[in-house]
C-alpha cells in the first residue's frame, strides 16, 4: 500500500477513536479512570514522539526553516484552543456556568478541530518519510483521540447543546483529521513545512493540554504513566527500527 492509503486507514481509525470518546459521554457508559490513563499514557507518547523522533527529522528535511515552523505549529494550537477558547481543559466539563454562552463551546470545537486537522497533516507527513516514523506517530495520535472526543462532547453538553449535536462535534474531531490527512498527500511535496508544523502542534498538545491535565490528578500513580508512555515508545521505537 501507498503512503497515503495507510494514512487515509489510520486517519478514519483515529477520527473513530474522535467518535468513541464522543459517544462515551453521550450515552454515560464509561470510567473516568480510563480517560485519565489514556491522558497520562498519550501525553507521554505523543512527548517523546515530537522531541525524539518529529523534531530531528523536521529538522533534517528542512534545517534553515524547520524551527520556525516547529514554533509556528505550537503557536497555531495555542492560539485557537486557549486564546479563543480560555480554560478548555481535556477533562469532562461540568461546571455549566463557565459555559453560558454558546459561542464559547462551539470556539472549543473550532480550536480543536485545528488541533485534529494537524493530527491527520502529522500522520501523512509520518508515512511520507518513512514506514516507522509513519506509526509512532499514528499511535502519538490515536491515544488522545478517545480523551479528545470526550472532552468536546462534555464542552458542547456544558454549552447547552443536545446529546446529538455533542456526538456530532466529535465526529466533526474525527473529519478534521481525515480532512488533514487528505490535505498532506495532496501536498505531499511539502512534508518538509508540514512536518515541522505538526511536530510543533504536537509538541503543544502534550505539553501544555495533556501534562497539565495528569497534574490535576491527587498523587503520584497517575504522573508515572506519563514516563510508563515514553518507555511504550521506547520500546515501539526500537523494534519499529528492525
Known amino acids: 500500500m501507498t503512503a497515503l492509503t495507510i494514512s487515509i486507514i489510520l486517519g478514519l481509525t483515529a477520527a ?17 479512570r480510563y480517560l485519565r490513563y489514556f491522558i497520562a499514557l498519550g501525553s507521554g ?14 529538522l533534517r528535511l528542512n534545517p534553515v526553516y ?6 509556528a505549529g505550537y503557536l497555531i494550537v495555542h492560539f485557537f484552543e486557549h486564546t ?4 478548555f481543559h481535556f477533562g469532562e466539563e461540568t461546571h455549566h456556568e463557565e459555559f453560558v454562552h454558546t459561542h464559547r463551546s462551539y ?29 509512532l506517530i499514528f499511535m502519538a495520535v490515536f491515544l488522545h483521540k478517545i480523551p479528545e472526543g470526550f472532552a468536546i462532547s462534555s464542552v458542547m453538553m456544558a454549552g447547552g447543546s443536545s446529546r446529538a449535536r455533542a456526538w456530532i462535534a466529535s465526529a466533526l474531531l474525527g473529519a478534521a483529521t ?15 513545512r508540514g512536518l515541522p508544523l505538526a511536530a510543533g502542534v504536537t509538541v503543544y498538545v502534550a505539553a501544555s493540554d495533556l501534562v497539565p491535565e495528569v497534574n490535576r490528578e491527587p498523587g503520584g500513580r497517575m504522573a508515572l504513566l506519563v514516563f510508563v508512555g515514553v518507555a511504550i515508545f521506547l520500546v515501539l521505537d526500537r523494534v519499529l527500527a528492525f
Open 16 to 32: 473513530a477513536a474522535n467518535a468513541f470518546g464522543g459517544a462515551l459521554v453521550v450515552h454515560r457508559e464509561w470510567e473516568r
Open 45 to 58: 507518547f505523543m512527548l517523546a514522539t515530537a522531541l525524539a523522533e518529529m523534531t530531528p527529522e523536521s
Open 66 to 71: 524547520g524551527p520556525l515552523y516547529l514554533l
Open 84 to 87: 479563543l477558547a480560555p480554560h
Open 107 to 135: 470556539s472549543v470545537l473550532l480550536g480543536l478541530m485545528i488541533h485534529t486537522f494537524f493530527d491527520g497533516i502529522a500522520i501523512t507527513s509520518g508515512f511520507l518519510v518513512s514506514q516507522r516514523l509513519g506509526w
Open 178 to 192: 481525515l480532512a488533514g490527512v487528505l490535505t498532506m498527500g495532496i501536498f505531499h511535496s511539502s512534508v518538509d
